[in-house]
């Protein structure tokens, strides 16, 4: 606003004490306001904080990494869908698919615990990955996570179509 402007405003007396306390209230209802935004913010750090350390623990932090390698040509990758071995078992076997003929150029698998890393091999002929827990409790708490794929020649799987089919990919 102008000098102009404020000879057309209406002459308003003010209470100055009036006035004082009601910019005061203002003033203190802003800063309450502002020290509650201040306390939700560091609520949903410490929230957001404890949700990252959530995420890091989702997954068993130990595992094993086992690869084994042929020299037979790959066309096809062979993903299979994570399995996971429930609490309280203490082995398992995940049937592999790239059989009849067995071609397997490459087969690659994780096995996660919550324990202790977990024994895994390939069974012969590449039939099957076969996994024993190691806790020393015995109890094998939480589930086992197991991730796998083959590079395969062919991509005939032989399986009936269910969950635990693999998902066949061409790498030509």
């Given at each position: 606003m102008d000098e102009n402007q404020y000879?057309?405003?209406?002459?308003?007396?003010?209470?100055?004490?009036?006035?004082?306390?009601?910019?005061?209230d203002?003033?203190?209802f802003?800063?309450?306001?502002?020290k509650k935004t201040v306390e939700v913010m560091k609520n949903l750090r410490s929230v957001i904080a404890s949700g990252a350390n959530l995420k890091k623990m989702s997954s068993p932090p130990h595992c094993t990494?086992?690869?084994?390698?042929?020299?037979?040509?790959?066309k096809f990758k062979f993903t299979y869908p994570t399995v996971y071995i429930p609490p309280?078992?203490?082995e398992a076997y995940q049937q592999m698919f790239c059989l009849n003929p067995a071609a397997v150029n490459k087969a690659v698998t994780t096995v996660c615990d919550w324990a202790a890393p977990?024994?895994?091999?390939f069974t012969l002929g590449d039939e099957y990955v076969h996994v024993v827990r190691q806790d020393p409790s015995g109890r094998y708490n939480g589930n086992v996570v197991i991730t796998t794929y083959q590079?395969?020649?062919?991509?005939?799987?032989?399986?009936?179509k269910d969950e635990l089919a693999p998902t066949v990919t061409d790498l030509l």
């Open positions: 000879s057309k405003l209406p002459n308003i007396e003010v209470n100055s004490s009036e006035f004082y306390d009601k910019v005061q203002e003033i203190e802003d800063v309450a306001r502002l990494h086992v690869s084994k390698d042929t020299d037979y040509l790959s309280g078992q203490r977990p024994q895994v091999e590079l395969c020649s062919h991509n005939r799987t032989y399986i009936p």
